[in-house]
């Protein structure tokens, strides 16, 4: 998670015009923007540097910056974060379509961890079959709203330390899969994917329960903001 000083940084480049174009920039009239020091500008500078959020460039005419394609998305983030603090503009449920597909087996593994288990039985409700099922996103409406799905309030997985290893964190939505089975979204589990994948986890083998083949769509139905299912 971005630090809200850095994010707001981002924010005042924006304003500046740093979005769409290289634009000039001076530490002292970004220091004033933010209220900070000279020097503590130009650190936030370097630091969204190394973490991929703008490229910086120093020239004769002084430094140039650009928020890059990353940076745009953490603004958008940001942006649908707090709007979902609004009811009205907060949706109930957001629906994706995949095409399920073959993974590298790291759902099993992961979800057969008792750290993770326990808790996705305490918070969600159901104890999930060591597995997840894989989906491909492919139409720009499916990744868009992938994409915007970190922003929505969710059911949080904590990570956790065993003699051998440290878990990451991870976040849960509750979903209905093809209108039948009742599961879960789950994300950031320290998986290979990116944001194209979606992962689905369920008390029950849903490649046998759904009859599903790699190369087949499965519509997933995602429950968001205060919405809950009751487990089954």
Not at 121 to 139: A, C, M, R
Request: proline share 3%.
């Amino acid at each position: 998670m971005l630090k809200p000083i850095l994010w707001f940084t981002v924010y005042r480049l924006a304003e500046m015009g740093a979005q769409s174009r290289l634009v000039k920039i001076s530490t002292k009239d970004l220091a004033e923007r933010l209220s900070v020091s000279q020097q503590t500008a130009s650190r936030h500078l370097i630091e969204l540097e190394k973490l991929g959020l703008i490229e910086r460039q120093i020239t004769a005419r002084g430094e140039l910056v650009r928020i890059t394609g990353r940076g745009s998305e953490e603004i958008r983030r940001i942006y649908l974060s707090l709007h979902s603090l609004s009811e009205a503009g907060a949706p109930t449920v957001i629906s994706i379509e995949g095409v399920v597909f073959t993974g590298l087996g790291e759902g099993a593994y992961y979800i057969s961890q008792k750290g993770y288990r326990k808790q996705i039985v305490d918070k969600l409700g159901f104890d999930p079959y060591p597995g997840t099922l894989n989906l491909k996103l492919t139409s720009n409406i499916d990744l868009r709203t992938r994409g915007e799905l970190d922003a929505y309030p969710a059911i949080e997985i904590k990570g956790f330390k065993d003699r051998l290893r440290t878990f990451g964190p991870a976040k849960c939505y509750r979903a209905i899969i093809n209108d039948e089975v009742k599961g879960a979204v789950i994300t950031a589990m320290r998986s290979h994917y990116d944001t194209s994948i979606i992962e689905v986890i369920a008390p029950t083998y849903l490649r046998n329960r759904l009859k599903l083949r790699d190369g087949d769509k499965v519509k997933v139905k995602i429950f968001i903001s205060s919405s809950r299912l009751s487990s089954s």
